[in-house]
């Protein structure tokens, strides 16, 4: 067994306007999203052929970046998501965003975080994968 965790930084696919945006100078459009939905879907077929618990999840953000986040990118994000988990049900999905205990102080700007909460969300992560393989170990 194995898990394989996957940090989805949706905010690099849209601009802040709610448009495509522009990655290392390449601009992001509808084709780039379904190549990228396709080389997801093989990473998690991947795993999963060769019994590899994939586990995505979203890193905590400051406050004041969720709460201004655009929510037409958010909802789109979740349609995605949820055709994913749909088609990959042993896929599981950690939202960071719901982490409650995460001060400005654990970040290094508005989205990435510091040595020090990365140290803290690298905890809370463990023990999110120790949990699921307890409750696998339970079921089998």
Same mark, same amino acid.
């Given at each position: ?12 696919? /849209? #601009? ?15 084709k780039?999203? %379904? ?12 795993? %999963?052929?060769? $019994?590899? &618990? ?6 905590? #953000?400051? *406050?004041?970046?969720? %709460?201004?986040?655009? &929510? *037409? @990118?958010?909802?789109?994000? $979740?349609? @995605?998501? +949820? ?9 599981? /999905? /950690?939202?960071?965003? =719901?982490?409650?205990?995460?001060t400005?102080?654990?970040? =290094?700007?508005?989205?990435?975080? $510091?040595?020090?909460?990365?140290? *803290? ?9 120790? *949990?699921? %393989? =307890?409750? #696998? #170990? +339970? &079921?089998?």
């Open positions: 067994r194995g898990a394989f965790a996957v940090g989805v930084d949706v905010d690099h696919s /849209f #601009n802040g306007e709610g448009g495509y945006d522009v990655v290392q100078g390449e601009e992001m459009h509808p780039t999203i %379904e190549e990228n939905k396709k080389i997801l879907d093989d990473y998690l077929t991947l795993c %999963e052929a060769h $019994n590899i &618990k994939p586990i995505m999840f979203f890193p905590p #953000n400051t *406050k004041g970046y969720i %709460e201004m986040y655009p &929510k *037409k @990118i958010l909802d789109e994000f $979740n349609v @995605i998501l +949820r055709g994913i988990m749909g088609r990959h049900p042993s896929a599981v /999905f /950690f939202d960071g965003w =719901q982490i409650t205990g995460f400005d102080e654990d970040f =290094q700007d508005s989205d990435h975080l $510091n040595v020090v909460g990365a140290a *803290k969300f690298s905890s809370i992560l463990n023990d999110f994968i120790m *949990k699921l %393989e =307890q409750n #696998n #170990n +339970r &079921k089998e």
